[in-house]
């Protein structure tokens, strides 16, 4: 089983919604203290977006997206999701999970297991 599998993505209007799912081998969701979503779009480096504490299911995200995207687990699933409403053209890009070992879950720089992502379309 791969790391991480990304699912979910599609093409949707602006103001739609869609929900990501993360699924986890067994080993790096348990393993993990961090799980995070990123994006990236053609040209520009990849950012992130929110992650979560796996333990203690803590969430942040960055200021683009407060209010309008949710990460949540299911543990029995070894599962994190990404709920996105309200969406805009500029949420548009490749989202991939992420899975990071360390504490702090805002060292971006530390994920080390990736997916390999799924494609997000916010037409206006």
């Known amino acids: 089983q791969v790391p991480l599998e990304e699912s979910g993505g599609g093409s949707v209007q602006a103001g739609g919604s869609l929900k990501l799912s993360c699924s986890a081998a067994?080993?790096?969701?348990?393993?993990?203290?961090?799980l995070a979503w990123f994006r990236q779009t053609p040209g520009n480096e990849r950012e992130g977006v929110g992650y979560i504490y796996t333990g203690t299911g803590l969430t942040s995200y960055v200021d683009s997206v407060k209010g309008r995207f949710t990460i949540s687990q299911d543990n029995a699933k070894n599962t994190v999701y990404l709920e996105m409403n309200s969406l805009k053209p500029e949420d548009s890009g490749m989202y991939y999970c992420a899975a990071s070992y360390k504490w702090d879950c805002s060292s971006w720089n530390e994920y080390r297991e990736w997916g390999q992502g799924t494609q997000v379309t916010v037409s206006s």
């Open positions: 067994g080993d790096t969701y348990s393993s993990s203290n961090c």
